[in-house]
Nanobody, 122 residues
Framework: VQLQASGGGLVQAGGSLRLSCAASRRIFSSHVMGWFRQTPGKEREFVAA????????YYSDSVKGRFTISRDTAKNAVYLQMNDLKPEDTADYYC????????????????WGQGTLVTVSS
């Protein structure tokens, strides 16, 4: 399956962006979709995840209360609404599909999108 991420850009601190990730094939109810982010020289960091079947969501402490992950099962798409952005949110954002079950580590995910850059200016 191919994942296409989009929606990144340049925004001032306190602003909002909405990222989208479209899958080329159907996502099944057993799957977990996640958003991660990465800055140069650092490992890919968990941001949020959603269980496709139940819609249950999970967040890192650093984004909880500011970011919202959602899914559109008809479109096989997952979104990340990012509000109250901070300069430390600047990173390349990636969507991925977990191999099996929920995981907060990038190695548990297969199929990554190409990344979309989010830059937050102070």
């Amino acid at each position: 399956v191919q994942l296409q991420a989009s929606g990144g850009g340049l925004v001032q601190a306190g602003g909002s962006l909405r990222l989208s990730c479209a899958a080329s094939r159907r996502i099944f109810s057993s799957h977990v979709m996640g958003w991660f982010r990465q800055t140069p020289g650092k490992e890919r960091e968990f941001v949020a995840a959603v269980r496709w079947g139940s819609g249950n969501t999970y967040y890192s402490d650093s984004v909880k209360g500011r970011f919202t992950i959602s899914r559109d099962t008809a479109k096989n798409a997952v979104y990340l609404q990012m509000n109250d952005l901070k300069p430390e949110d600047t990173a390349d954002y990636y969507c991925g599909r977990a191999r099996s079950g929920l995981s907060y580590t990038s190695t548990a995910y297969e199929y990554w999108g190409q990344g979309t850059l989010v830059t937050v200016s102070s």
